[in-house]
């Protein structure tokens, strides 16, 4: 009883922290970005997210451990990557530059914040529809892809809980053929320490594998999309 109460009492420490920054990062955000150059406002938030897991680290005893960082790209890729938490969208945006995330488009509604993640030129689409969400996925990720953003896709499409991958969706394969632009997988138990939809954060050490590049030369979407669940799944079991 007594180390739950811990946890609840640490958790919500946590997340006062979290929402006073993201309040006042949103302000600075909002009145420096129409100044800065987009790669120096990726910069910008990359460094924000970094402060809230070093945060959540102090508060919660939440660290992380990254294998394979080598086989991160300079030149523009879409990653697919497995999905538990909020905790891999911060990672992402500090460990991939500059990246462009997807999310959903009543995200960018919310005051203050929603108009500064507007500002880093997000991929927002509309998931209760899905054929024109996968047609705005193209059309905005190949936009980006040409602009020099990378490309961040959950194929399960929304988050799974601890132990458990879903099945992936053929999205992030088509992107990377429509743009010709490789792939990179990767796969984290984040699920574990951040679990989705609970309050409490549960100390421990993600563990999370940057798998190498897959060239999308001459294979079908089916195929793409069957090599990348097959390695996350993989790699999943021998954790």
């Not at 030369?217 to 793409?224: K, Y």
């Amino acid at each position: 009883m007594f180390k739950q109460l811990i946890l609840v009492l640490r958790s919500a420490l946590f997340y006062v922290g979290y929402v006073l920054a993201t309040i006042v990062m949103s302000f600075i955000f909002i009145l420096l970005f129409p100044l800065m150059s987009p790669r120096r406002r990726h910069g910008f938030a990359a460094a924000w997210c970094k402060s809230i897991l070093g945060w959540l680290r102090l508060i919660c005893g939440v660290n992380y451990e990254i294998t394979g960082t080598d086989n991160l790209l300079e030149q523009p890729a879409v990653y697919l990557s497995n999905h538990q938490s909020s905790w891999e969208t911060l990672l992402f945006y500090s460990l991939i530059f500059p990246i462009s995330p997807i999310l959903k488009m009543e995200l960018l509604k919310i005051p203050f914040w929603g108009w500064a993640l507007r500002l880093l030129k997000p991929i927002a689409i509309d998931r209760s529809k899905p054929r024109e969400a996968a047609r705005s996925l193209l059309l905005q990720g190949e936009r980006r892809l040409n602009e020099g953003n990378s490309i961040i896709i959950f194929p399960e499409g929304t988050r799974s809980e601890p132990g458990t991958i879903r099945k992936f969706s053929r999205g992030g394969a088509s992107l990377a053929l429509a743009a010709d632009v490789p792939i990179v997988p990767i796969v984290h138990n984040a699920g574990y320490t951040w679990p989705a939809r609970q309050f409490i954060k549960y100390p421990g050490t993600v563990s999370v594998v940057v798998g190498q590049t897959i060239q999308i030369n001459g294979r079908s979407v089916n195929e793409l999309t069957e090599t990348v669940e097959q390695w996350t799944r993989e790699q999943f079991v021998s954790r």
